[in-house]
């Protein structure tokens, strides 16, 4: 019997061991102001950090709205430069079919011209 109550002592002895709160230690070796301090430090630098970088996404985007109406208008220009080019193509195509045509018409008229009876001179 004296055997069970010793084993039972052990058992609520370290049930009791087990259930004690942990000692808190503050690992930063800091106060609790020292804590909050750092803590303020560190909630700054990410603002900071954050805004800077939500400024350079801002850049981006209107870099990106620039480079885009840039293209536009480089777009609008290269369209105008082709439309430019297919109507000096028609035109030179227009001037050489007239060209190549007016010599044959040229040798149309000038023919009968050559075949028709002389007037009887006077004598």
Do not use: C, H, W
Not at 14 to 20: F, P, R, S, T
Request: hydrophobic letters at 40%.
């Amino acid at each position: 019997m004296k055997r069970a109550v010793l084993i039972t002592a052990m058992f609520l002895g370290a049930g009791a061991a087990v259930a004690a709160p942990a000692p808190v230690e503050d690992i930063a070796g800091g106060s609790s102001d020292d804590r909050l301090a750092r803590i303020e430090r560190i909630v700054k630098s990410r603002q900071q950090s954050d805004l800077e970088m939500q400024r350079r996404l801002d850049t981006l985007q209107q870099e990106v709205l620039d480079l885009r109406g840039l293209t536009e208008q480089q777009n609008y220009q290269i369209e105008q430069m082709q439309q430019r080019q297919r109507q000096l193509y028609d035109e030179l195509a227009n001037a050489s079919s007239k060209a190549s045509a007016a010599p044959a018409a040229v040798a149309a008229t000038s023919t009968p011209l050559l075949q028709r009876p002389m007037p009887p001179q006077a004598v």
